[in-house]
């Protein structure tokens, strides 16, 4: 089984905190937003930056990459039940680096 478990990134914040990385589990995942209905809390930007993380380049140009300028998305696939760490720089979208660890691709 092949899967994404982990994605962070400095520039993801909460009230001006770095939030905690984004956990995933195999099989479905679920985004949700607050009970509230409270707008502006993340659920697209994440989801752009997940689809950067894949890929793609959509992110480089969203509002949060304006707003944060340029950082590093760090994740972690999962393959056969090993961890394999990666990270994408939205400054430099074409290239991908491959990481021992989270802490050894800054």
């Known amino acids: ?11 993801f914040k909460e009230k001006g905190k770095e939030r905690l990385p984004v956990r995933f589990h195999e099989g479905l995942n ?4 607050k009970e509230d ?8 930007s994440s989801l752009l ?6 890929g793609d380049n959509t992110y ?3 509002d949060g990459v304006k707003q944060e300028g340029h950082h590093t998305i760090f994740f972690t696939f999962r393959f056969d039940g090993k961890d394999y760490h990666f990270a ?3 400054g430099d ?4 680096f491959i990481c021992d660890d989270k802490d050894d691709c800054v």
């Open 93 to 96: 979208p074409d290239a991908v």
């Open 37 to 44: 209905g409270a707008m502006s809390i993340g659920k697209s």
């Open 1 to 11: 089984m092949i899967y994404i478990n982990r994605m962070d990134a400095p520039a």
């Open 60 to 62: 480089v140009k969203s």
């Open 30 to 33: 679920v985004v949700l937003g």
């Open 49 to 54: 930056a997940l689809d950067f993380v894949f």
């Open 88 to 90: 994408r720089n939205v």
